[in-house]
Nanobody, 120 residues
Framework: VQLVESGGGLVQPGGSLRLSCVAS????????MGWHRQTPGKPRELVAL???????NYADSVKGRFTISRDNAKNTAFLQMNSLKPEDTAVYYC???????????????WGQGTQVTVSS
C-alpha cells in the first residue's frame, strides 16, 4: 500500500492550493483519510479528517478556509486550501486508516509529505 501526495508549492498569502492524495496497492477498504502538517521543531498536527461516510473534522485554525473531500472510487483525498496564511507553511502529510487485502485489521499509512510555503 502506498500513499502519494501532490499539489504542494509556493503561494502568496491569500492564495489557494489543492492537495491530492492517492492510495494505491492491495486495499480492501479505506476507513478514513486525513491531512496532517508539521513544521520544524513542532509535533505533527491534524488539519482535516474525512471518514468513509463523508463526515469531516477540522482543526480550529483552518475551519472556514480548508475543505477536505474524497473520491472513494479512486481512493483519493483532496484538501482545498483557500485564504492561505504564512502560518500555514508546513509539510503536509496524507494519512489513511485502511484494511489491506488479506487482513482483518485497520492499519495506519502515511504519505511522504508535500511542502506548502505561503510567502510573499
Amino acid at each position: 500500500v502506498q500513499l502519494v501526495e501532490s499539489g504542494g508549492g509556493l503561494v502568496q498569502p491569500g492564495g489557494s492550493l489543492r492537495l491530492s492524495c492517492v492510495a494505491s496497492g492491495s486495499i480492501k477498504r479505506i476507513r478514513s483519510m486525513g491531512w496532517h502538517r508539521q513544521t520544524p521543531g513542532k509535533p505533527r498536527e491534524l488539519v482535516a479528517l474525512i471518514d468513509s461516510g463523508g463526515d469531516t473534522n477540522y482543526a480550529d485554525s483552518v475551519k472556514g478556509r480548508f475543505t477536505i473531500s474524497r473520491d472513494n472510487a479512486k481512493n483519493t483525498a483532496f484538501l482545498q486550501m483557500n485564504s492561505l496564511k504564512p502560518e500555514d507553511t508546513a509539510v503536509y502529510y496524507c494519512n489513511a486508516d485502511l484494511i489491506p487485502f488479506g487482513s482483518y485489521y485497520v492499519d495506519d499509512y502515511w504519505g511522504q509529505g508535500t511542502q506548502v510555503t505561503v510567502s510573499s
